[in-house]
């Protein structure tokens, strides 16, 4: 199934699932899960859960199951995984869910990981968080891409719908064999010859409510468990005996199914990478400094409770982040540590002299080191950017320096220049822009 | 106003792209958002406070914005409603031998024919609608300052199109009296 904006709804989710599944476990091998609970601090837990995850998805990525389609905007399995673990990252509620779920079944079972079947249970609660965050990213998903409301409980029913019409695809299409369940869908009795209904559904846009109410209503009768709109569960309480929300549930998966069958890959895409809005965004704020429209403000549904103190949360991150001086300065020690990880000997006087001072970065960041500075740049903008300068470049990769490499140029450990590449974010995400 | 450069910009975005909020909706409608983007209805105290709290709502927002960038560039790109140039320099007594539109796709050469004067039109091949209008062999007009019609013609395989100056003034001294400005326009 296919929405705007959603990138996690399509059947390579099972891939995904899977990778971030295996890959979690590989990561659980390097970090004690015991280590992730409370009381260890939730915000580092969920760096050093998310970034030995990254690792883990990066090693992988060359696997057949990694580089396998995910869904039909051309993004890899690899991909989407990487993309929901660095979700995780901005998540820390989801996180904490997580973690609680850890601890209760810890509390239950000391150490169940390492008993027999815990490897199994752990996959499971790592499925579980994924799962629901990847409905959560996906509502936003929505919403940002064509500006309306979207629950993750919408996406759900959604997905639900998808499948119940793929269910009554595949018994109109074996209708013989299937004549009882057939009828019970269409609400009269089918005999021998094919019904019109049979030959006329060719996509969900052509799958009426009623079939699906009745296909949940006969489910039990037929397979013996109940259908999803006939469970005691409230989930789809909405939609249950609304046959107008349904048909135009199934109408905009048909719709948008076949606008974006008929496109090349990522249009209406959260893909763009190009800067060129963020003017726009700024633009908007200025203008409305300067001259800002008098009231009423025009907001949905507004909430004003909801989002007191919401802005404040960056600034008190910034107010924690520990200023590093620029420890490196024409150091001698330089060209050591850089040719230790196999990059030119002055490879950091090069990298500092192609950077912009004056850039807002630049300011932002000056008390930073260099290597914390292309650590978060690494981290926001990926290892190649057509924005950066070759001499920040690893001859030999064509891209940033790796982590580790960058570790070794500012010589402190890995985890040391995570904190320290985290709190630079943090910083700039709290910082007020100046000047541009 | 600014001087972001490119790596700002991709930074500052990537840094607006990754915020999350727990319990974040949309908080302003598109027509908000819209009237904000294209000017017309700055974004009130209130609105701009919920754009900057809300991480969604300004996804959304750059949604928008990418869309009305896409908008622009493919109207700039292969449709074309017409170019306008105006009469540069005062002149100094010396005939006039071009023009050109603000745009620079198109010149207007004024060449004289053994004592009868001609104009030539003259489309850039470096135009975005340059295939498309030769294509087209599109109908096309110059009119000057004050609307009447210099030229009707269409382009020939080399993107010009040529006929004799119809008024009695002399190039130069006819655009000065005609609003020293001209305009080339499809004829729909």
């Known amino acids: 199934m296919r929405l705007p904006g959603t990138r996690y709804q399509e059947p390579g989710w099972e891939q995904v699932r899977k990778l971030l599944g295996a890959c979690s476990l590989e990561a659980f091998v390097r970090v004690d899960p015991a280590a992730l609970l409370a009381p260890a601090p939730r915000a580092d837990t969920l760096a050093l859960y998310v970034d030995t995850l990254a690792e883990s998805l990066h090693a992988a990525g060359r696997t057949a199951r990694a580089a396998a389609a995910g869904n039909g905007y051309g993004e890899t399995v690899g991909e989407l995984a990487l993309g929901l673990a660095y979700e995780l990252a901005a998540r820390p509620a989801d996180w904490d869910a997580f973690r609680t779920a850890l601890a209760a079944e810890h509390a239950r079972a000391p150490g169940f990981w390492r008993q027999a079947g815990g490897e199994a249970l752990l996959r499971k609660k790592v499925n579980d968080m994924f799962a629901l965050l990847r409905d959560k990213v996906d509502a936003d998903n929505y919403q940002a891409a064509c500006g309306r409301p979207c629950s993750p409980n919408r996406i759900y029913a959604y997905r639900m719908l998808d499948t119940a019409y793929g269910e009554i695809a595949r018994l109109f299409a074996g209708w013989r064999e299937h004549t009882a369940q057939v009828g019970a869908i269409l609400g009269r009795p089918v005999d021998v010859s094919l019904p019109i209904e049979v030959r006329q559904l060719q996509s969900i846009a052509g799958c009426r409510p009623e079939w699906i109410m009745r296909w949940s209503e006969s489910l039990e009768r037929f397979t013996g468990s109940p259908g999803p709109l006939h469970t005691k569960s409230k989930r789809f309480e909405s939609v249950k005996n609304s046959p107008g929300k349904i048909a135009a549930m199934l109408a905009e998966i048909g719709e948008y199914e076949a606008l974006s069958g008929n496109r090349d890959a990522d249009w209406l895409h959260d893909q763009d990478t190009a800067g060129a809005w963020i003017e726009d965004y700024w633009r908007v704020l200025d203008e409305s400094a300067q001259g800002a429209t008098p009231g009423p403000d025009l907001i949905l549904e507004a909430r004003q409770d909801e989002m007191d103190g919401m802005e404040d949360m960056g600034a008190a991150a910034a107010a924690n982040a520990p200023a590093h001086a620029a420890a490196i300065d024409d150091d001698p020690l330089e060209a050591v540590r850089a040719e230790a990880v196999s990059l030119p000997p002055g490879f950091l006087s090069a990298a500092r002299a192609a950077e912009d001072p004056g850039s807002w970065a630049g300011r932002m960041l000056g008390d930073c080191s260099l290597p914390v500075r292309l650590a978060v740049y690494l981290k926001l903008l990926g290892g190649a950017d057509d924005s950066y300068p070759d001499a920040w470049h690893d001859p030999a990769t064509g891209a940033l320096p790796t982590m580790q490499q960058l570790a070794a140029l500012d010589a402190v450990s890995l985890p040391t220049l995570r904190k320290r590449r985290d709190a630079a974010i943090a910083m700039l995400e709290a910082a007020p822009r100046t000047g541009g | ?188």
Request: net charge positive; aromatic share 4%.
């Open chain 2, 1 to 188: 106003m600014k001087t972001t450069s490119e790596i700002d910009r991709k930074l500052q975005g990537s840094l607006l792209m990754r915020r999350r909020v727990e319990g974040d909706r949309l908080l302003l409608a598109d027509a908000v958002l819209l009237a904000a983007l294209d000017g017309s209805r700055p974004l009130s105290a209130g609105e701009r406070a919920a754009l900057q709290a809300s991480p969604l709502t300004a996804r959304r927002l750059r949604t928008l914005a990418l869309a009305r960038r896409g908008t622009r560039a493919a109207a700039n790109d292969g449709r074309w409603q017409g170019s306008h140039g105006m009469l540069r320099a005062a002149d100094g007594g010396a005939a006039l031998r071009q023009l050109a539109t603000d745009d620079g796709y198109w010149r207007l050469h004024f060449v004289d024919g053994a004592g009868a004067p001609r104009v030539i039109l003259q489309l850039a091949p470096e135009a975005p609608f340059a295939a498309r209008l030769l294509r087209e062999a599109a109908l096309l007009r110059v009119l000057d300052g004050a609307g009447a019609e210099v030229l009707q013609g269409r382009l020939d395989a080399d993107g010009e199109c040529e006929c004799a100056w119809p008024f009695a003034d002399a190039p130069a001294a006819h655009f000065q009296r005609h609003g020293a400005a001209f305009s080339v326009l499809p004829v729909s």
